[in-house]
């Protein structure tokens, strides 16, 4: 990949991590305000007819072969299905700045499901990476061995955080042969559909109260399911396509400062130092067990000549 199209790339993914860090004050607005899967299952339809009328335009789309309908699937069942219905359901009842510190995991799990299923190496600094991520994990919430126990709300959120990670790993291997645009359409309209059978399940007045809330709420709905949910993943699945899955994941780590950043400014939320400590650790341990840091050294080190 040449030089230009590379830093484009990064530029792009770097701009979509700071809608996400935003998306999450936007989500915590509409589960205040809207009942939660109902609300999540409209915005992932409204992301997904947006990528749907891109690849329209573009011409992306065509036949899927059994194996790249078995990736996109899996795909849209962790990434699309699992990780936006417990991302708000965490949000109910979790604070937006603790969630975006919490999927900030999501490029350390990335790269531990890449040993696990792509044969990626493991390594002392990887290992020193997952030791750092636990500790911030554990200041993340409350510092204290006495409060370890997780919030139902934390539980959800890790847990998107994880389905998240793992739909990393197939959408790298539909977008081997399939164009990215194509399985982000089909991933978000067919993930929409299952959502909003398991929200008629669980909130069966989730209809009629989805017309209660007032005009800025829904401004705030199409906003995230356009730009943050249908663009944005159309973005990232570009990069997972062209650079890898971790390598994409990685700038995974601003979301929670862009996050915990906007909470603050929008939501009047405060940050504990715990927390913040804890965001110290997660982005030392993902600099470390995606093997950044030590791809990093690798390079700086002068090459031995064999005589």
């Keep these: 990949m040449k030089q230009q199209g590379l830093l484009l790339t ?10 996400w860090g935003l998306n999450v004050v936007f989500l915590k607005v509409l589960v205040e ?9 409209f915005r992932i339809m409204i992301a997904g007819i947006t990528a749907i009328i891109i690849v329209y335009f573009t011409k992306s789309l065509r036949g899927l072969m059994i194996k790249e309908w078995v990736f996109t699937l899996f795909g849209m069942t962790f990434g699309v299905i699992l990780h936006h219905l417990t991302l ?3 949000l109910v009842t979790t604070a937006a700045s603790t969630g975006s510190l919490i999927l900030s995991l999501v490029p350390l799990a990335t790269a531990v499901l890449g040993m696990m299923f792509l044969g990626e190496q493991l390594t002392k600094m990887r290992v020193l990476g997952f030791i750092l991520a636990l500790a911030g994990v554990f200041f993340i919430q409350g510092g204290s061995l006495a409060g370890l126990k997780l919030s139902s709300g934390e539980i959800f959120l890790f847990i998107s955080m994880f389905s998240q990670a793992i739909s990393f790993i197939f959408i790298k291997k539909a977008t081997a042969t399939l164009d990215s645009k194509a399985v982000t359409a089909i991933m978000n309209l067919a993930g929409s559909i299952g959502l909003l059978l398991i929200a008629l399940v669980l909130e069966p007045g989730g209809l009629s109260e989805m017309t209660t809330a007032s005009a800025g709420v829904y401004v705030v709905l199409f906003a995230s399911g356009i730009f943050a949910t249908g663009i944005g993943h159309m973005v990232f699945n570009s990069a997972i396509q062209k650079i890898g899955a971790s390598k994409t994941a990685i700038f995974n780590n601003f979301v929670p400062f862009f996050g915990v950043l906007f909470s603050v400014i929008f939501l009047n939320e405060v940050i504990e130092p715990s927390q913040l400590i ?28 064999n005589r």
């Design 88 to 90: 708000a359901l965490g």
């Design 33 to 41: 305000n809207l009942p939660p899967q109902t609300m999540t299952a």
């Design 278 to 305: 804890g965001f110290v650790f997660i982005v030392a341990g993902v600099l470390f067990g995606t093997g950044y840091l030590e791809k990093v050294w690798l390079k700086r080190q002068p090459k031995r000549i």
């Design 10 to 19: 990064y530029g792009l993914v770097f701009l979509i991590t700071a809608i």
